[in-house]
């Protein structure tokens, strides 16, 4: 949530850090502003809006300098106007330039003491409070006054900061949100998202919190927080600048849909043993002894990452016998749970840094409890925080609703649940089956993209609705959560997903003829129960769309509208049902006029509580 920008070097530092705004803008887009340095000037420009707006004021008033540092913002504190935009100035004489990620809780007393002693506030931000107490304090030495203000901040802080009396430097600092430097030649940059960087450079270091670093274009130094010098660490990205870009299509999500076959290959290559049967990871950084020791699973994280545990609850119970508590990380962080002692927890997640679910993985530390991760950011806090993990290989996701990430997160909880399976109760044929079966999965996936042009009938249909259920149960059911999730975040229809039999308990009361309810109906072991649920809302005038297996006659007979998948296994049936549930809302979300990529209220990685 919210984009961080820096750049110090030989080049124009505006054009960098405007083209570096633009990748990050999914992590925010309610404003966005520059400020860039000649000599002893600071030349701020900021808009409310998206980058666009900034791009064409920057045409009219050009912000000059080499050095500058910049912010997309997603609101936490005042309304998104220009004014609240970053970056914020501090002192009497505005000599302090501030940007920042995250949420300084303590800024209502701050605000007021800084008062007191006469400084004036422009915006209704937390952020101004560090901008002026950074000028208070500050002697000549703008680290040093760093240093005495961080003491006093309670809440979480990525922090990018100039001043009109040091030119050339910048300075950043982390406590909970991320900072990435980028090493270039005679250049250095600092961005809260390596993606920023794409294209620039793909040598970077990642801050840890409680660092403060310092870049000029000759140098770059990091600091812990006893002020002694961090030996430094430089690692490549692999992440290509294309890999960021929207390509032919249209939106990020509908490349990124289009992606699944690929995406589901990279998180298999390597890991499906063809003569175990079994699967395998590198990082996992416990031993098979440690491994069979498990007698217990907490898997946790949040929204669409959150549907994907829900699966892997499934898997782990079907293939290894395993007792697993699927936990909302936002719920996990504040609980205490009574856990054994062969207990593991797993955190889910694309970005590596979702707030609430790194919140709970350290509680979980904490505890003593081995912590892993199945993430999709190299590099990113959790990825380096868990004891180990398993990476997705889905390349960068952008469509701030989560697709490939979903069906990637749920091909690696099948690999873990085998794993853990072929230790315990799961015989070499049973493996063999689902090896076999995962093998084919990309193709399958492939040809599930196939439904699109009738999904485009469906969606046509069907975009109007105000309120849509979803309707699956064992596996499907988390599936049915995913596709409501997916359609009210894009398309901002009401929609929610339940076990198709839960219907009976209450929510049946919301069917009329004007709310279509969406069943996922692959043939499978309770195909006739959900069958049977779906006449109850028949019998109700409700509309009914089906996702069904391919040339299901039946279920084209009793459903208003069908959407064939190819016919796979019961356990991989989630990431199949999940592409035409994708399109659905895509589609949809099409002929609503909504902004796809950018759905409102939301942004991409909620690094805030
Ligand atoms: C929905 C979506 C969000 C994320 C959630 C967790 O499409 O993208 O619900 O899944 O914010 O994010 P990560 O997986 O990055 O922890």
Redesign the pocket.
């Known amino acids: 949530m919210c984009g961080i920008v820096g750049y110090t070097g030989f080049r124009e530092a505006e054009s960098i850090l405007v083209e570096g705004l633009r990748r990050l803008e999914y992590r925010g887009y309610d404003s966005a502003g520059v400020v860039t340095q000649t000599g002893p000037t600071l030349h701020i420009r900021k808009k409310a809006g998206r980058i666009a707006n900034l791009a064409s004021m920057l045409l009219d008033t050009p912000s000059p300098g080499t050095i500058g540092i910049s912010h997309t913002r997603w609101a936490t504190h005042g309304g998104v106007t220009d004014t609240n935009a970053h970056p914020h100035l501090g002192g009497h004489d505005s000599s302090i330039a501030v940007v920042h990620n995250g949420v300084i809780d303590n800024y209502m007393s701050l605000k007021a003491q800084l008062k007191e002693l006469g400084y004036v506030f422009r915006s209704e931000t937390d952020t101004e409070v560090v901008a002026h107490l950074i000028a208070h304090h500050y002697e000549g030495d703008l680290v040093a006054a760093i240093r005495k203000v961080i003491p006093l901040l309670k809440g979480t802080y990525g922090l990018a900061v100039v001043s009109k009396r040091d030119p050339g430097l910048i300075v950043g600092a982390r406590l909970g949100s991320p900072l990435v430097l980028g090493i270039g030649e005679g250049e250095v940059f600092l961005a809260s998202d390596p993606s920023a960087l794409l294209g620039y450079t793909s040598r970077v270091v990642y801050l840890t919190d409680g660092q403060l670093c310092t870049l000029t274009p000759e140098s770059y130094r990091i600091f812990d927080r006893d002020e002694s010098p961090v030996e430094i660490n430089i690692e490549e990205i692999d992440w290509k600048p294309e890999d960021a870009d929207k390509g032919a299509f249209p939106h990020y999500m509908l490349k990124e849909i289009y992606e699944q076959p690929d995406s589901l290959q990279a998180a298999m290559r390597g890991r499906l043993d063809f003569e175990a049967m079994t699967a395998h990871f590198g990082g996992l950084n416990l031993d098979p002894q440690k491994l069979r020791q498990v007698e217990r699973v907490i898997l946790t994280?949040?929204?669409?990452?959150?549907?994907s545990g829900l699966v892997g609850e499934y898997l782990f119970e079907e293939f290894a016998r395993l007792p697993v508590e699927v936990e909302y990380?936002s719920e996990l962080r504040y609980r205490n749970p009574p856990v054994d002692r062969n207990t593991i927890v797993i955190?889910?997640?694309?970005?590596?840094?979702?707030a609430?679910?790194l919140a709970a993985m350290r509680e979980s530390k904490r505890m003593g409890h081995p912590a892993l991760a199945i993430?999709?950011?190299v590099g990113s806090t959790?990825a380096r925080e868990a004891d180990g993990g398993v990476y997705l290989h889905a390349g960068p996701?952008i469509?701030?609703?989560?697709?490939k990430?979903?069906t990637s997160?749920v091909a690696v909880l099948t690999m873990l649940a085998i794993l853990f399976g072929r230790m315990r109760h799961m015989s070499f044929t049973a493996g063999e089956r689902v090896i076999n079966e995962l093998k084919q999965l990309p193709d399958q996936v492939r040809r599930a993209l196939q439904c699109h042009d009738r999904v485009k009938e469906v969606a046509a249909k069907y975009a109007h609705a105000r309120n849509m259920l979803y309707l699956g149960r064992q596996f499907l059911y988390p599936v049915a959560l995913?596709g409501a999730?997916?359609l009210k975040?894009?398309s901002y229809i009401h929609a929610e997903g339940y076990p198709a039999a839960e219907m009976k308990h209450g929510p049946i009361a919301l069917v009329d003829k004007e709310t279509p309810s969406v069943f996922l109906m692959p043939r499978g072991a309770v195909f006739d129960k959900v069958m049977s649920n779906l006449e109850e809302i028949k019998a109700r005038g409700g509309p009914v769309i089906a996702i069904a297996s391919e040339n299901d006659d039946d279920v084209a007979h009793r459903a208003d509208d069908v959407i064939y998948v190819p016919d796979v296994p019961e356990c991989l049936q989630p990431i199949v049902v999940a592409i035409p549930l994708q399109l659905l809302a895509y589609e949809i979300a099409l002929l609503r006029g909504c902004d796809v990529d950018k759905p409102r209220n939301?942004a991409?990685?909620?690094t805030v509580e």
Do not use: R
């Open positions: 994280a949040c929204g669409t990452s959150y549907n990380a955190a889910i997640t694309q970005s590596g840094e979702t609430d679910t993430c999709n950011v959790i996701e469509g701030v609703a989560s697709t990430a979903f997160q995913e999730l997916k975040e894009i939301l991409k990685s909620v």
